[in-house]
């Protein structure tokens, strides 16, 4: 995931803690400020954790769907192997039983022997055409089973690299499983720590605003709602649009010298943009939005598809799957398999996507709303909700399904 520089996350806590109420004399004592300090980044550090574990679940999945992609190959591959084989075995046993009748009908001696003792011309064409025919269909048959052999060893060779890319697949499957496994050990661990922690911190902190101890947790439990409704401690924002000047434009000299103009070939004028494509049916989009409406206050679990658990690309297949649109489990794959839109131009039902600057690095899925909304599974530890399409940093990828 892209880096949360200090000084954003510093101007984080600010906002967060703005609007906290304590006594006007204590209100700069760096000792509290210090504090709040303290609870608001171990808040912000567990969610990035959950965020990375979310991340992960979507790579295990993009290894998921690789795995079953490679074996569906190699199903094929071996399919044809098979057919190659059985195609072989019949041009050997063609050339085998050509082979047969030549030794059958006698040596070459004899053969030579019988052509020349006709009776006469008509008798020798007739025996000369019947030994060349003979001849012929035995070439054609080696020259058929040499092929039928390269076609073999063809797909043998094909067979092979599908073995050998599914090992791969399943290797990283595994590793996949195993970093998920260790993300979200590594975020319940600072759960956990942060839990005692954050109770001896309260206890500071109360004593140094002297208020009680449930006054200042009741206060740090809105902030840490507040933190969490905010996604991730990462900038809000995405990379230049396709509208941003590229180049400033050249001065005009102040006094330029006179000069022969040159004939100028006309430039060609420039292709307009591609038009996004056309919204699903109005009946499809709702008919997937009512399905991941439907889920909402579920909770989320890496790998989930339903029926009352989901992780983000889960969703978004099993509601357009609801309106008949087949997609895969894997975000990745749903911004390939459909038809891609600018996030500008994003409409009701569409599908944005978080990545690190390409389509193979997509780590998130939501549905838009229309209106500034989305609906998703965010992460380990929130569950199926509605948020602003920027309540966490701008998505940079968009398509549309249908």
Known sequence: MRAFPLAVRGMAVGVLLTGVSAPMAQADDPSIGALQVRLVESRMKVNDLYARS???AERLNGATYQLAQVEADLKRQRAAVEQAEAKLAVQRDAVATLTVEQLQSGSGTSRLTTLFESDGPQQLLERASAYASTNEAMNARVDTLTARQVVRDAAVRRADAAQAAR???????????????????????????????????????AAAQGVTVKSATKKQDEIDQRIDQGGPSTPVGGPATDSDPTTDPKPVPSDPKPSTPKPTTPKPTPKPPAADPPPASG???????????????????????????WDCSGLVMKAWGAAGVS???YAGAQYTQTKRVSVGSIQRGDLVFWSNGSAKSIYHVAMYLGGGKMIHAPRPGRNVEIVSLTYWIKPDLASRPG
């Open 327 to 329: 997609l895969p489990h």
């Open 54 to 56: 979310a991340a992960a």
């Open 283 to 309: 009946s499809k989009v709702e008919q997937a939005i009512a399905f991941a409406q439907a889920q909402l206050g579920e909770k989320y679990k890496w790998g989930g598809a339903g029926p009352s658990s």
């Open 167 to 205: 090992r791969a697949a399943v290797k990283a499957r595994a590793a996949a499983a195993q970093a998920i496994d260790r993300s979200i050990a590594e975020a319940e661990a600072s759960v956990s720590s942060t839990k005692s922690a954050r109770d001896a911190l309260l206890k500071q902190l």
